[in-house]
């Protein structure tokens, strides 16, 4: 992965691209995403969700996440505390907790070691773990399994490529809130993923 192509994605603060590259890097490393079309669809992906690598924290205050039982909010002041935060938004105790053991980090009494308001200031720790929990978000569904059968030769927006897009966007947002702009995003970075040496 180049910063080229992290900016070709939708990345537009050049800053930001020189922030994130080298936790993508080791992000994708970690989690096995390595083919040029799992890195893509990932890329495209965390760019909608983080607003193009530029939130790393939810805007909501996440009062609307108090009393979640599903997502482990179990104490008063839980969805606060543990709003969405990372490049994918994880949301909840139980996510930041099952995130904080794969990653070795205590998020549950240091939640926003996951992400501040913005990539700009935010610490490397923050940055670091924005970009890991994604990868481990990633993995935790099995998207570089959908991710590895989109053919990049084929448009993205025709099946079956489409219908194993969508699946991601879904299993990444519930729904396809957003599915024109990660398939602009993916398209966008398609020509430096298929050359990547350009």
């Avoid at 990653?103 to 926003?112: A, G, K, R």
């Avoid at 501040?116 to 720790?125: F, H, L, V």
């Avoid at 448009?155 to 699946?167: G, H, T, V």
Wanted: net charge neutral.
């Amino acid at each position: 992965m180049t910063a080229s192509q992290l900016k070709a994605v939708g990345c537009i603060s050049p800053a930001n691209v020189q922030r994130f590259t080298p936790f993508l890097m080791e992000t994708c490393s970690k989690y096995g995403i390595t083919t040029p079309v799992s890195q893509l669809c990932f890329l495209a992906q965390v760019s909608h969700e983080s607003g193009g690598f530029f939130y790393t924290e939810e805007l909501a205050s996440g009062t609307a996440y108090e009393g979640r039982k599903d997502l482990g909010n179990i104490e008063p002041g839980d969805g606060v505390k543990y709003k969405g935060r990372g490049l994918i938004q994880v949301t909840g105790r139980n996510n930041y907790e099952s995130v904080g053991k794969a990653l070795s980090v205590d998020f549950i009494n240091n939640p926003s070691l996951l992400g501040g308001k913005n990539a700009g200031t935010c610490s490397e720790d923050q940055l670091r773990y924005a970009a890991l929990s994604a990868g481990w978000f990633w993995n935790k569904c099995l998207l570089n399994e959908l991710a590895n059968k989109i053919n990049m030769q084929t448009p993205i927006d025709e099946e079956p490529n489409l219908e194993l897009f969508k699946e991601i966007t879904r299993k990444i947002n519930g729904g396809y809130n957003g599915l024109a702009d990660r398939l602009n995003k993916y398209k966008g970075g398609l020509e430096l993923f298929l050359s990547p040496s350009t």
